[in-house]
C-alpha cells in the first residue's frame, strides 16, 4: 500500500521559512490522486493547510494563502511545502496525505507518521 | 468557507456503552466529500469513513454513519477499549477543513 514520510528541519527561525518534503512509496505521485498537507499545533485540532495535484493545481487555505506554496515533483515521487515568514504559532505536527479523488468521492486516505516542527529562536 | 462544528467536545463513556457523534456545517455540504477520521496520541489520523458513511477498509463494522446537507454523525455501537481517541469530520470540496473534533474518554 502507499507510504507517505515527511521530512525537513525540526526548527526554524522566526519570521523564516519553513520548507518540507513529503516522499511517496508504493504509488506514484502521477495519478488522479491529490496530495495534501495538514497541520496540528500541540494540543489542538487538525488544520487543512493545502493541495495540489499531480499536475500541479494547488489549492490553499485561505488564512494561510499568503505564506504557503506546494510544490509537486514528479519525477522523483515528492511533494513539498513551504511556509514563509513564520511565527511560534506555526509551532505544530505536520502530516502530509494522499487526498483520494474520483468522480464521486474525496478522502484522505493516506498519511505520513508527521513531523514535528517548531518555530524558536 | 464552510465551517464544521462537532459536539460535544467531549463524550465520558464506558467500554460496551454506543456513542453518537454530531457534525454539523455552517452550509450545505455534498455527502461525498464528507469524511471522518480517529487519531490517538502521537499517531496520523487514520481515516473511519468517506462518503458521509462508507466505511474505509478494516474498519470494523460498529462504525457507522450518517446525515446529509448540514448534519452529519458517526456512531460506534459499541465501544471497544482501542476506540478512546479524538474523531474529526473533514470536507473535502472547496474550501477545505476539518471540525474542532470530539475526544472520547474512558469513564
Known amino acids: 500500500q502507499v507510504q507517505l514520510q515527511e521530512s525537513g528541519p525540526g526548527l526554524v527561525k522566526p519570521s523564516g521559512t519553513l520548507s518540507l518534503t513529503c516522499t511517496v512509496s508504493r504509488g506514484t505521485i502521477s495519478s488522479t490522486n491529490w496530495w495534501s498537507w495538514v497541520r496540528q499545533s500541540p494540543g489542538q485540532g487538525l488544520e487543512w493547510i493545502g493541495e495540489i495535484s499531480h499536475n500541479g493545481i494547488t489549492r490553499y487555505n485561505s488564512s494561510l494563502r499568503s505564506r504557503v506554496s506546494i510544490s509537486v515533483e514528479k519525477a522523483k515521487n515528492f511533494f513539498s511545502l513551504t511556509l514563509n515568514s513564520v511565527t511560534a504559532a506555526d509551532t505544530a505536527v505536520y502530516f502530509c496525505?494522499?487526498?483520494?479523488?474520483?468522480?464521486?468521492?474525496?478522502?484522505?486516505?493516506?498519511w505520513g507518521p508527521g513531523t514535528m516542527v517548531t518555530v524558536s529562536s | 468557507e464552510i465551517v464544521l462544528t462537532q459536539s460535544p467536545g467531549t463524550l465520558s463513556l464506558s467500554p460496551g456503552e454506543g456513542a453518537t457523534l454530531s457534525c454539523r456545517a455552517s452550509q450545505s455540504v455534498n455527502y461525498n466529500f464528507l469524511a471522518w477520521y480517529q487519531q490517538k496520541p502521537g499517531q496520523a489520523p487514520r481515516l473511519l469513513l468517506y462518503g458521509a458513511s462508507r466505511r474505509a477498509s478494516g474498519i470494523p463494522d460498529r462504525f457507522s454513519g450518517s446525515g446529509s446537507g448540514t448534519e452529519f454523525a458517526l456512531t460506534i455501537s459499541s465501544l471497544d477499549p482501542e476506540d478512546f481517541a479524538v474523531y474529526y469530520c473533514?470536507?473535502?470540496?472547496?474550501?477545505?477543513?476539518f471540525g474542532q473534533g470530539t475526544k472520547v474518554e474512558l469513564k
Open positions: 496525505a494522499r487526498v483520494y479523488t474520483s468522480s464521486w468521492y474525496r478522502y484522505l486516505d493516506y
Open positions: 473533514h470536507h473535502l470540496v472547496d474550501s477545505p477543513s
